[in-house]
């Protein structure tokens, strides 16, 4: 697979609580640079970041993250916040308590509710598989679909684990057809990234594969 192929799949991520102005403009810079499908800022900096990137750029930020345990009114809020201020896509943290204790009606209204607040604008779910049974990853394939969310995603990359090529085959199982896949956290290496392509992962959430291409130190997220 080519670079550019992968590269065009890549939501190009720095979400970490000390970053400052003058690395998210490092990272959109990377970003338009080597054609990414966005990069995904926290939502403080949507604004100056879209102005800053324009048209040149989508701009993906996070809600509830990263535990997912605000409340929905919360994350309704921030969604349209972040759109307001210029976010072209949003990446939300499901309500993971809620989940286990099976109250899946709140779950995917919860879901439903954020995506009528994007309107137009994708909508990826964060489901945090490493913290999930895969009983109930496979509810969350099934309640995604419902809400009408545009994407089920593996992780936030601030819990005890990544994405796996097995949670991607799960998905790719058990998702309804107009629902994507993100694999995000711990995507190390261009290998690893080709592999969950091969397997049906349409994005991939990573601070890393820029930093292969620019013969870096290919740490974080």
């Not at 966005?38 to 809600?63: L, N, Q």
Request: charged share 30%; hydrophobic share 40%.
């Amino acid at each position: 697979m080519r670079e550019e192929d992968i590269l065009k799949t890549v939501d190009h991520t720095l979400l970490l609580q000390g970053s400052t102005w003058e690395q998210i403009k490092v990272i959109c810079d990377d970003a338009m640079a080597y054609k990414t499908a966005s990069v995904c800022i926290p939502p403080s900096f949507v604004k100056r970041a879209k102005d800053y990137v324009g048209d040149k750029m989508a701009v993906c930020t996070v809600i509830g993250f990263p535990n997912g345990y605000n409340t929905t009114e919360v994350k309704v809020f921030e969604t349209k916040n972040a759109i307001e201020n210029g976010a072209d896509e949003i990446d939300m943290v499901i309500n993971i308590g809620a989940l286990k204790d099976k109250d899946y009606a709140f779950v995917e209204d919860e879901i439903r509710q954020i995506k009528q607040a994007c309107g137009d604008k994708i909508l990826k779910v964060i489901i945090e598989t490493c913290l999930l049974t895969e009983e109930e990853k496979v509810k969350m394939c099934e309640l995604v679909t419902n809400a009408g969310a545009d994407f089920i995603k593996t992780s936030t990359g601030f819990s005890t684990a990544g994405a796996t090529f097995d949670d991607i085959k799960l998905f790719s199982e058990h998702i309804g057809e107009n629902v994507k896949m993100k694999a995000a956290g711990g995507i190390s290496s261009l290998d690893d990234a080709e592999k969950f392509i091969e397997l049906g992962a349409s994005r991939l959430g990573t601070s890393r594969i820029i930093k292969l291409m620019k013969n870096e130190e290919a740490k974080g997220y």
